[in-house]
């Protein structure tokens, strides 16, 4: 069964590093998302993806904070300067776009910002 | 007022109970609902997903919504010790493409 895969899995750096998330979405998947989760907290939705531009994004999503579809199946987070309180998992997730359809998550990178 | 309301738990049962899980929400402009069950730090894994108010089945699950009384739930029957996980609902106004809102999940411990 096609799945969302996100890399790493776990990544580690110091507060002010710039970091990359990576996800590749299912396959025929239009739609794509962040979201986080700070450790035993709800999971929150950061910003949303479509047709190569972000179609919404919630108030955590700041200039620190970028996203790219670099080719056809990729899907980058950026974090630009990261703070101690960026330290959560970050889930990415895809959507068809089909009305019974919903969305599909990856495992997570867990991010740890020292 | 919290948009979307769970319980934490945890809620532990014996093997082979019947569970029940809730959610309550605010929003009256949420329309779709699922849940989803979450491992000790995996990802969300999609469980069940309904339109508006009614109840759905697949096999064991049964996912319940009350739109009158903003109100969700999930059964699951014969529970299992591979069920032990945190069971989180979800909702949007608009479909599978608009922002989900999540409960904060609730904790299943389900004992052989």
């Known amino acids: 069964e096609p799945e969302v895969t996100q890399t790493p899995s776990h990544q580690v750096t110091q507060m002010g590093q710039e970091v990359i998330l990576r996800c590749v979405p299912i396959s025929n998947h239009l739609y794509f998302y962040w979201y986080r989760q700070i450790l035993g907290q709800k999971v929150e939705f950061l910003v949303s993806f479509y047709n190569n531009e972000i179609s919404e994004k919630s108030e955590i999503f700041d200039d620190q904070f970028s996203v790219e579809r670099p080719d056809g199946s990729n899907f980058t987070l950026k974090i630009r300067s990261t703070k101690l309180e960026d330290s959560a998992m970050y889930f990415c997730a895809s959507y068809t776009g089909l009305l019974q359809e919903t969305q599909y998550f990856g495992p997570g990178t867990r991010l740890l910002v020292l | 007022q919290k948009e979307v309301e769970q319980d934490p738990g945890p809620l532990s049962v014996p093997e082979g109970a019947i569970v029940s899980l809730n959610c309550t929400y605010s929003?009256?402009?949420?329309?779709?609902f699922m849940w989803y069950r979450q491992y000790s730090r995996k990802g969300p894994e999609l469980l069940m997903y309904?339109?508006?108010?009614g109840n759905k089945e697949d096999g064991r699950f049964t996912a319940q919504v009350d739109k009158s009384s903003k109100y969700i739930s999930l059964f699951i029957r014969d529970s299992q010790p591979s069920d032990s996980a945190t069971y989180l609902c979800?909702?949007?106004?608009?479909?599978?493409?608009?922002?989900?809102?999540f409960g904060k999940g609730t904790m299943l411990l389900v004992s052989p």
């Open positions: 929003n009256s402009a949420f329309q779709y």
């Open positions: 979800a909702m949007s106004a608009n479909s599978g493409y608009s922002t989900l809102t």
């Open positions: 309904t339109y508006s108010s």
